[in-house]
Nanobody
């Protein structure tokens, strides 16, 4: 049974930082591109960042480029989203995502291709 468990969400002020973690189990972690998506109630879930199996390739949504960094530790089956200079508009539920394939990083930016999801963690940024 595949599980993706997010942690690290919370309530912060604009300009602060948060570090989200996603612990994966039940899958061969190094076979998957890993990513983060977010969703505001009433809106579609949107792409935030993705990282290839090796960690050498990353993609970011334009809205978070230069502020967020995605990384992974294949020895610990963990993917991290470091979020700096948070803005009010970053408020959302953040979901960890996994897509099978060592060449799948680009495809993993497409929500329709994701194989597994975490349960989500709330991030609230206030002004």
């Amino acid at each position: 049974q595949v599980q993706l468990v997010e942690s690290g969400g919370g309530s912060v002020q604009a300009g602060d930082s948060l570090r989200l973690s996603c612990a994966a189990s039940g899958l061969t972690f190094s076979e998957y591109a890993m990513g983060w998506f977010r969703q505001v109630p009433g809106n579609d879930r949107e792409f935030v960042a993705v990282i290839s199996w090796s960690g050498r390739t990353t993609f970011y949504a334009d809205s978070v480029k230069g502020r967020f960094t995605i990384s992974r530790d294949n020895a610990k089956d963990t993917v991290i989203l470091q979020m700096n200079n948070l803005k009010v508009e970053d408020t959302a539920v953040y979901y960890c995502a996994a897509r099978l394939g060592r060449q799948a990083a680009a495809q993993a930016t497409d929500i329709g291709t994701i194989h597994y999801w975490g349960q989500g963690t709330q991030v609230t940024v206030s002004s």
